[in-house]
């Protein structure tokens, strides 16, 4: 059954809002004197948001975009944290290339209002 108009519409408009939320964190990370090596980057195990690198540190972000900051942290659930460790992994491999001499998970929340938290290396080994 096609999705109608209004159903397609939501969702492209989903979608922009989480371009620009992404958009808003490599700004953030920028700032913070990071580089993005990747954006949306897809595996075989999944999709990692942002790949950045600040000195000898590969960070995977996971960026998620709620009505509140709570409701953001809230939806990172453990089996989507296995699937960025998985897909962290497999860029890993892919990238022999990338120099590193430590590597985390952060999250990225934003809320209707714009506000934006960064938590920290959210995961440690799964």
């Known amino acids: 059954m096609p999705a109608s108009a209004a159903k397609r519409a939501r969702g492209y408009e989903s979608y922009k809002r989480g371009l620009a939320a992404e958009e808003a964190v490599c700004q953030r990370l920028r700032a913070a004197g ?3 090596l990747l954006q949306r980057a897809k595996t075989r195990r999944g999709e990692i ?3 950045a690198q600040n000195g000898a ?3 995977f972000v996971e960026v998620k975009q709620r009505q509140t900051l709570r409701g953001a942290a ?3 659930s453990v089996t989507q944290s296995r699937r960025l460790y998985r897909a962290a992994e497999c860029l890993l491999q892919s990238h022999p290339c990338w120099q590193y001499e430590n590597l985390r998970f952060d999250l990225f929340m934003l809320d209707a209002q714009g506000q934006m ?3 920290e290396d959210i995961i440690r080994q799964m």
């Open 57 to 59: 540190t590969i960070c």
């Open 49 to 51: 948001d942002i790949v």
């Open 117 to 119: 938290e960064w938590l």
């Open 74 to 76: 809230e939806c990172l």
């Open 34 to 36: 990071w580089s993005i």
